[in-house]
């Protein structure tokens, strides 16, 4: 038997977020009790009651920074963690609360609360490498739970996860759908947006609306023009672009390219 | 013995970040906070501007853990605005989905956030070693939940399938063969996770609680029916904002949601239960009262048993959902935009969600109000600190943490719901 302390050490860290990309672990129902052999599950509030204390091998990183804390966290977690993966849109690109990066802050909290002095929090919402040095992001709004095993056994293995970069057409296309954007003119996000959902709205009738972000490479400027010809005006432009990755570079470029 | 402080700065085992602290001086409670220090996001903010379309999608990232819910408060409230109604097959799918997602939810807090409290664990994983067999059950009944959603949804977190108006695709009746072969197994499962429960040690106590939640004429309530209490009241989800209200105190990033005459209230299995027993299947009130439950609970410890029949319910449902089940002509009812106010309320697992929404006469949304299980639950689980800490006292610190930790998991706390919404310190003074 090897001891307790062999197993590699393993935390699930949350900031800004709705907790779906750590949930995707729990709900890894064939998977949980096997990964809970080969790694310690060392910290993980949402599961185990248990203290913060040492170093971990692999951190799990989900949401993104909005307060002045979170941002002083992000940076203990850094030093505390081997490698350091983030989980998810929040975490990657900062999340739909990222919108708030293109509009008053001090606004929002006013709409929201009767109290906005209570509350404390930045003018932006930031993905996790604004901060600190990351290993690996892991896309999608929220992430698919194969990867997150394959992105686990990777770090686990010491190689580089296998998660292609590619668009979710790719994928698409491999599925055997027929294009809902050529065929029914119904707009699709897929030919700009990174992989890994296995091209699921096209397959129930509907576009993709990009939770995964930007694929490498994309070609946003052409797709706007293909979108514009299908009769979608600027304002609606905008908004396809300013959803779950509004600040990811290529989408936020191309979502400042349109508008009211 | 003058003044003890009980606190937990991150409490563990709830969705989201919070904390409570009870202050104790001469073997009274003095304070109980409960307060969440999840950052806030801001949806109602920046749901402005958006299409009507766009909320069921944005408003579902609100909770990893519930999105059905979000998502159809979202399309009823929707469609409250733009004057249709979603009958026949696409309302039964709507009720099959939300089947699901209790199934999930309560199978996920039944087995992994609550059950270590019972017997002693610091979560599923540390208890599997001795009770593997119990865990193995809940996780396989929880991915019977996700299976219903990935068969209508496309995926168990933030589906994407759902629409104002019904559905993108809807499945053919074929396909919804093998799931009841599993929501057989399930529904075996979940009788055997009521008769689980109903053996741990619950202490007993019990308070006279305001119960809040839908009542519908015939079903068990999801998505429809009135809003009803145990004191009287019967009111539209129109209504909403006239009987409660929300305010703003300065430990939360919450709102803390009370009735207009400053009384606290409970949402959530405990309420819906206590509130609509007699719409259970017979299977469920027969294993209820097996279980040792009445018609109406006031025990929050036993909130666990109550899930669990409800699990029970969800599966019984499901399978009556889709042995009736026939294909639509359509996957969704158009809507055609227009100026308008629309209010929605469902039962999430964890309570009412209200849902209302301002539209432009083009459908792009001018407000956005919505009012999550959690942050109606604050109050109330503050006033079972207060009522039971002093019960519970002759324990040492670290097992009176542990209980007050167990109060507030009673709840299920759902605090990326609630923030807009809540963290526990205990002092003893």
Sequence with gaps: ?260 | MARRTIKVDYLARVEGEGAFKVVLRNGKVENAEFRIFEPPRFFEAFLRGRAFTEAPDITARICGICPVAYQMSAVHAMENALGITVAGPLRALRRLLYCGEWIESHTLHIYMLHAPDFLGYSGAIEMARAHGEAVRRGLMLKQVGNEIMTLLGGREIHPINVRVGGFYRTPPKRDLAPLAERLKWARDAALETVRWTAGFDFPERARDYTFVALRHAEEYPFNEGRIVSNRGLDITAAQYEDYFEESHLPRSNALHARLKDGKAYLVGPLARYSLNFDRLSPLAQQAARDAGLEPVCNNPYRSIVVRAVEVLYACDEALRIIAAYEEPERPFVAAEPRAGVGFGATEAPRGLLYHRYRLESDGTIQEARIVPPTSQNQASIEEDLVNFVESFLDLPDDALRQRCEQTVRNYDPCISCATHFLRLDINRG
């Excluded at chain 1, 310690?40 to 248990?50: D, H, K, N, T």
């Excluded at chain 1, 296998?162 to 057409?169: D, E, G, L, R, Y």
Aim: charge should be positive; include cysteine.
């Design chain 1, 1 to 260: 038997m090897p001891s307790k302390n062999a197993k590699p050490r393993l935390a699930v860290w949350k900031f800004a977020s709705c907790d779906g990309c750590q949930l995707s672990l729990l709900d890894c129902e064939d998977e949980l009790l096997a990964v809970a052999q080969a790694v310690e599950i060392a910290y993980f509030p949402e599961a185990v009651r248990s203290a913060l204390s040492g170093r971990y091998d692999l951190s799990l990183v989900e949401g993104s920074i909005t307060t002045p804390e979170d941002a002083e966290r992000i940076r203990e977690v850094r030093r505390r963690s081997r490698y350091l993966v983030t989980i998810g849109a929040c975490a990657t690109a900062g999340g739909i609360q990222a919108l708030r990066n293109f509009a008053d802050v001090a606004e929002y909290a006013a709409v929201v609360y009767a109290r906005p002095d209570y509350i404390r929090t930045l003018a932006t919402s930031t993905p996790i490498a604004d901060h600190v040095p990351v290993d690996f992001e892991l896309r999608g709004c929220p992430i698919n739970k194969r990867q997150l095993v394959e992105v686990i056994s990777a770090f686990l293995a010491g190689r580089r996860p296998a998660v292609p970069p590619h668009a979710v057409c790719i994928e698409c296309k491999r599925n055997g759908n027929v294009c809902v954007m050529v065929a029914h003119g119904t707009p699709c996000l897929g030919p700009v947006t990174h992989t890994g959902c296995a091209a699921l709205c096209p397959s129930y009738n509907r576009g993709c609306y990009g939770c995964y972000g930007p694929k490498e490479t994309p070609n946003a400027p052409s797709l706007s023009r293909w979108l514009a010809a299908l009769g979608m005006d600027a304002r609606a432009l905008q908004r396809l672009y300013r959803t779950f990755n509004a600040n990811a570079a290529p989408f936020r470029e191309e979502s400042e390219r349109h508008g009211a």
